[in-house]
């Protein structure tokens, strides 16, 4: 044999090698997370799923062979109403725009999608073994934050009111069950039942967490940290670390953005209107990289959920799915204004709001909008 056929030789058998052990490694796994699945508390069982589901594509890839992807496939699906191919559009392709997707979305709901799923009649495909020891929550890395803990009821009352409360951030007029339906204590369609009896626009809400979990999966770039919009990726954020700070602690001196970030920073939660206020500011306001702010909240988020916070921070950026154009720039002062005219979300978050201690705005509104309008205009017509 010549040295070249020796070559040949060794890098065929290299490759052999190594698939075979790719195999094995992926044989493993699946039998490792198949003696783990009965046992495990939900709370880990989502975790697992949601690490293995986002963790390539390979596992991901729809019509895989491997059957723990079809256990997974199914999982999914319990967390949302529709999974990923559920709702497409006539051609097949995924939506980008909300409006028809949520038509598509409503006219595709019928009671089969609303009732429980039967996951009795799959029990017997799980590995059948003696019981093994399974890490706890704190073994994995969960502690403790003694924070207050919304209640995992639904409140008929508040759902039927719901289109009427839902915008002010002073009244308790929002469900608050965004943390159950991350961790999947509260059953999705048990809410959306009740929301399709009671408020089209509280389904609505739902509708947008399918949206943004579809948008991530048919969409990598959106996994891999980039813009929706791929031109989008060129804007030239100031990133000044000193006003970035100044946000995360809830002091720009727009009392609506840092009520937000104070509720935010005490509660690990923060009123959806509040969200958009604060992400929008924050991008649009001081050109900080809206990706800085999705790690922030991501950080100190109970409901952190990643489709819908980078969903939530793409739309108030102009970088994502078309509801909010880049053009459209909040004015924090007149939607507090609007949506906490007396103040009392404010009030209750900022107690010095009225004293010398507290700062003035860092940034003028008009100046700040003209600043943005100019970059994100540049960069909307590729100059
Ligand atoms: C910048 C930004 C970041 C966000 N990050 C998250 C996040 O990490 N996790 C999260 O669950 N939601 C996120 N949202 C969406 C929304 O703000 C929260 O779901 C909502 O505030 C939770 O409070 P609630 O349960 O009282 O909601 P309700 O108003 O009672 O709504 C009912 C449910 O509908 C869903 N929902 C409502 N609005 C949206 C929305 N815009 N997108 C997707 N689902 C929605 C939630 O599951 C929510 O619990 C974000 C929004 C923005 C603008």
Request: hydrophobic share 40%; glycine share 6%.
């Amino acid at each position: 044999m010549n040295k070249k056929q020796l070559a040949i030789l060794a890098v065929v058998s290299g490759l052999i090698v190594c698939g075979l052990f790719m195999y094995f490694f992926r044989t493993r796994m699946n039998k490792i997370v198949l003696i783990l699945l009965p046992r495990m508390e939900l709370t880990s069982l989502v975790l697992v799923i949601l690490v293995i589901s986002f963790s390539g594509d390979k596992m991901n890839r729809p019509n895989s062979s491997v059957p723990i992807q079809r256990l997974f496939n199914r999982s999914l699906a319990r967390q949302v109403i529709f999974s990923k191919e559920e709702i497409l559009k006539d051609d097949g392709e995924p939506y980008t725009v909300f409006t028809p997707y949520s038509k598509k979305w409503l006219a595709t709901l019928n009671d089969f999608y609303l009732r429980p799923y039967p996951t009795k009649e799959y029990g017997e495909n799980f590995y059948n073994q003696s019981p093994h020891p399974i890490p706890s929550l704190t073994d994995i890395g969960f502690e403790k934050v003694g924070k207050p803990f919304p209640s995992q009821e639904i409140d008929y009352e508040l759902i039927r009111n719901y289109k009427q409360t839902r915008d002010y951030p002073g009244d308790a007029g929002t469900s608050r069950l965004s943390v159950h339906l991350r961790f999947g204590t509260i059953s999705v369609r048990a809410l959306a039942s009740t929301a399709k009896k009671l408020s089209g626009t509280y389904l609505n809400e739902l509708i947008w967490r399918d949206f943004y979990h579809m948008v991530l999966w048919h969409f990598p770039q959106v996994r891999k940290g980039k813009a929706f919009r791929p031109e989008m990726d060129n804007i030239r954020w100031r990133n000044n670390e000193k006003e970035f700070e100044a946000w995360c602690e809830g002091r720009t001196g727009y009392p609506i953005v840092d009520a937000g970030m104070r509720e935010l920073n005490e509660t690990g939660f923060m009123h959806n209107r509040v969200r958009m206020i604060t992400a929008s500011f924050l991008a649009k306001h001081l050109l900080v990289d809206w990706r800085w702010g999705e790690a922030y909240f991501a950080k100190k988020l109970l409901d952190y959920d990643y489709a819908a916070n980078n969903g939530g921070w793409q739309w108030a950026a102009g970088t994502g799915t078309d509801a909010m154009p880049y053009f459209r720039i909040f004015n924090p002062s007149l939607q507090a204004k609007k949506f906490d005219k007396d103040l009392q979300y404010i009030r209750k978050w900022i107690p010095e709001i009225d004293s010398f201690d507290y700062p003035r705005p860092f940034v003028e509104h008009e100046f700040a909008r003209k600043r943005a309008l100019e970059e994100y205009t540049k960069v909307a017509k590729g100059k």
